[in-house]
């Protein structure tokens, strides 16, 4: 999950439970003809429906260089929460599935900014919880309720424009894998922007041990600026494909809808002679 920031074409790089905090200099009076924003502090938070399935997620990225338009370190919190149910007929069975699930991880990583593009690696540790209640009413016996949670392993990689290459066409493609159940997640975006909205299409492919799923549909994303803080809403929505009609918790077959909103913080800084 991604999100672009762009104050006079400078860009931060999001995608991303929590709050970061980070002292900021003060500057006053004549000090901002000679200063520029620089942004340290980038929080996601969102939402998406499937048929059957729903999720909520909130995160933060922060710059430990305090300013994601150069090169640096760069560290992530990120947690999520949902909800799924469906309906199953296997065997001549037949019942329903009752679901809800919460996930967090911490990463850390670095980033690269080149030639318009920002590229980053991040690593670390991912948790995830799930329970279900499964009800069978012709075999009671195979009723009952299924908890299960599990630590793992997690790698995230992103690459995108961030509008300083002075192109109309936005670029993104992101991923990641965890060990935990198999989770992983890839989404591509290509589009095109006028000024501060960009709109074009975009591909999904999701899945865990429950079900994997594939998406095909479209993005309008809007940045707005509100001094020293620049943000991006984002919706997209499109098909959701499933095998065998459902893809676990990620929902059945169907339509999608997400909405993003991230939020890039800055400070004033003052821009080194030359």
């Known amino acids: 999950m991604t999100a672009k920031f762009r104050t006079n074409y400078k860009a931060a790089l999001a995608t991303a439970l929590g709050a ?8 006053a009076g004549d000090d901002f003809a000679d200063a520029e924003v620089a942004y340290s502090i ?11 399935a729903r999720e909520g997620y909130s995160g933060a990225y922060y710059s430990f260089n305090r300013d ?9 919190i990120y947690g999520s929460v949902g909800r799924y149910d469906f309906e199953y007929d296997a065997g001549g069975q037949n019942g329903t599935v009752d679901g809800d699930y919460w996930s967090g991880d911490v990463m850390f990583g670095y980033q690269w900014v080149r030639n318009g593009l920002d590229f980053s690696v991040l690593l670390g540790g991912d948790y995830q919880d799930r329970e279900a209640v499964l009800v069978d009413p012709v075999d009671p016996i195979n009723s009952g309720r299924y908890k299960d949670d599990e630590f793992g392993f997690k790698v995230l990689a992103e690459v995108e424009s961030n509008g300083n290459g002075n192109s109309p066409i936005y670029f993104n493609l992101g991923g990641s894998y965890s060990t935990a159940f198999d989770t992983y997640y890839a989404l591509g975006r290509l589009g095109y922007s ?29 940045d707005f600026d509100l001094g020293t803080t620049a943000s991006t809403i984002t919706v997209s929505g499109g098909y959701q494909f499933a095998e065998d009609g459902y893809a676990g918790e990620f929902g059945e077959e169907g339509g999608y809808v997400t909405v993003e909103f991230s939020m890039a913080l800055g400070e004033h800084r003052s821009v080194p002679l030359k």
Do not use: K, Y
């Open 20 to 27: 970061c905090l980070v002292s900021s200099p003060a500057f």
């Open 42 to 52: 980038v929080t996601i938070s969102g939402g998406e429906l499937t048929n059957g």
């Open 68 to 76: 994601f338009s150069r090169d640096g370190f760069i560290g992530r």
């Open 194 to 222: 006028f000024d501060h909205l960009t709109i074009g299409p975009e591909a999904w492919a999701l899945g865990d041990d429950s079900g994997d799923a594939q998406r095909l549909g479209g993005f309008a994303m809007l």
